[in-house]
């Protein structure tokens, strides 16, 4: 049986860093992660309620235990004390459970962490990167970032070589100690617990990779992988190993070898790309159920719904029910259909709050269903994986003699162009390769990326565009010059590599540097050359790429506070007005709105009204994010109802 473990939440601590850092706070890909480590029996979330309404829907839908703390005073968190006697509590008294899980930043909580491990239990902490205290981190017995169980783990090659190379270091002192012990092989696992205890913020998710074993792949330069009863073993690069196991023998110099670890089967891919499109959020039979509600309330119903109120009367009927169907999970099965074109906005942009219809092409309900799915197939091919309809069956159905149903999938894809067949294969059209290429709001960027020349030796393949954003990436805290150029030359490299069908090079890696690019170039704009009027449309690209519905959201949500917060500061810019006083550096969205909105000067109240406009037009969903923001968490302040009102009437146009 696996391990139980207690979670206590100081939620007023997480929840403050997480609207500055990301407009607000997800609490579901925290659960969902603890609960693939075991079943969570004890689970509570300290604050003062009063100031966090905005989250208890989200709480409760996890059975999230709220624990109210009154607060003494304004900006006084009270609840280090409270969760210390709860959790020792709970160590004094229920034996069976084992893992302490401790969300916060405060470094108060070491004490706390280092009394639970006296008590023999295994404690794992969770807090931000920024504000975590290395006290507290080193307390733990394991320890790991939210942002990186947020979905902010940087891509494949996006973290600095520094930190690369430390984690190389850590990697090896670990297999020095096993060595030291005559534990050579080591145990993947074991090894990986070795490494814990001397870091515990080693966790490979931060460099990109779903598990420990595709980051030892990536070290095949130091280390030697064994495969033994099908378990995984690890040695210094060039070790010796004899066994009557799965171990081989070099025919050129007779030394033991291991044959190395096979890559990810077929059948692995696909379950991370179903995993990546959160289709793991519900079972089949659940996923079937809920899209054909969805599609009978928007048929009888048509334009009558929001998305949001659409999904939230789905929660409210399944709750009567006695189904635990959260509004996450409702989310994330809408968005199958989303993706797939499934529904119509008429003349509005695609938003969470506006009257949504069924596609017109859509026909029956087995038709709905089928046009959801199909996402799941498109986006192996789009990844540029070979099709294997069994296989595919088996992920999305659970069952592999659904190959017929595949072929469905596949022939309703090439209907629609969003793929092609050529030979054996599928693959995207060439004219639908970048559908984005004729946005209004892209077109600077891309008319940056068709005049820029390249090298003659660069490769137009997509291992080069990462390197090039790699570099990009490093440079970025040093030269935003430097870094935009870096970007720019692997966007055109990736627009290149996708156009042409190069084999991995994905659509969401050209948006994802894209979107970096425009970032950059704004910043590069507006913070060195001072040229706010010409850093907007890079702003504005930024966001048509970064919607909330889309994967690329999670991957550059950290850049969302800062990019909004700027563009709108740079309205006061573009008129000689001094903005300094308003600490960009640490201002929520929110805040500048206020102070944007109630400025004594009113040509620049017009001015952020205009700019307010032009987001809207790109990305309405993240102005009402922060349209929720100022209503929940400043409405005591003089005039903040005031403002909230007039943008949500700026998004409405």
Sequence with gaps: M??????????????????????????????DYLKSRGPVVTKRAYADWSRFPYYRDELMDNAIDLIQMYSVRAGKNRADIRMAVDALEIAMTRSHIHTFVIISGDSDFGALISKLREYGKYTLGIGPRNITHPLLVKSCDEFIYLETLLGE????????????????????????????????????????????????????????????????????????????????????????????????????????????????SLEQQYRQIF????????????????????????????????TDSLLEELRERYEGQGFSRSKTMLRHIWQMG?????????????????????????????????????????????????????????VLIGDRDQSDYIQTLLDDL???GMIERDGERYRLPGQTAIPFRNNPALQQVIRDIEQVELPESYPRDPEKAQTLAR???????????????????????????????????????????????ASVKAGELSQVERNYTGARPYYLAFFALVQEDDPLWSRMRGLINPMLAYYWANAGREL????????????????????????????????????TRELAKVNSDVLYRVVDQIRHNYAEQPGALEVADRLAALIAG
């Design 2 to 31: 696996s391990e139980q473990l207690a979670v206590f939440i100081d939620f007023e601590n997480i929840a403050r860093w997480a609207e500055g850092a990301f407009l607000d706070f997800e609490l579901t890909p925290v659960m």
């Design 153 to 264: 783990a940087p891509a494949l090659g996006e973290e600095s070589s520094a930190d690369l190379e430390m984690a190389r270091q850590l990697l090896d002192k670990a297999l020095q100690a096993h060595g030291q012990r005559g534990e050579t092989p080591v145990l993947a696992s074991k090894l990986k617990q070795t490494m814990l205890s001397m870091d515990p913020t080693f966790n490979e998710a931060n460099f990109g990779y779903i598990q420990f074993k595709n980051w030892l792949e990536s070290n095949r330069d130091m280390i030697d992988i064994h495969v033994r009863d099908l378990q995984i073993y690890v040695s210094p690069k060039g070790y010796g190993v004899r066994s009557n196991g799965d171990m081989a023998e070099s025919a050129s110099n007779g030394r033991p070898v291991a044959p190395r670890a096979s890559g990810p």
């Design 275 to 306: 995993s990546k499109l959160k289709m793991t959020s519900a079972d089949f039979e659940t996923r079937r159920d809920v899209l054909r509600d969805i599609y009978r309330e928007l048929s009888e119903k048509p334009g009558h719904y929001t």
């Design 338 to 394: 989303f993706r797939q074109w499934a529904f119509d906005y008429g003349d509005k942009v695609a938003s969470m709050r506006v009257p949504v219809w069924l596609a017109k092409s859509i026909t029956s309900e087995a038709d709905f269903v089928r046009r959801a799915e199909s996402g799941f197939v498109y986006a192996a091919v789009h990844a540029g994986l070979p099709i294997d309809k069994a296989e595919l069956a088996a």
């Design 414 to 416: 090439v209907r629609r």
């Design 471 to 517: 570099r990009a990436m490093i440079q970025r805290s040093q030269d935003f010059s430097a870094s935009a150029r870096s970007y720019l030359h692997a966007c055109r490299v990736q627009w290149e590599a996708v156009e042409e069908g190069v084999a991995g090079a994905t659509l969401e890696d050209l948006k994802w540097y894209l979107a970096s690019y």
């Design 576 to 611: 000689g007005i001094n903005v300094s006083d308003w600490n960009l550096s640490t201002a929520t969205p929110a805040q500048v709105a206020l102070l944007a909105a109630h400025h004594e000067d009113p040509e620049l109240q017009a001015r952020w009204e205009a700019h």
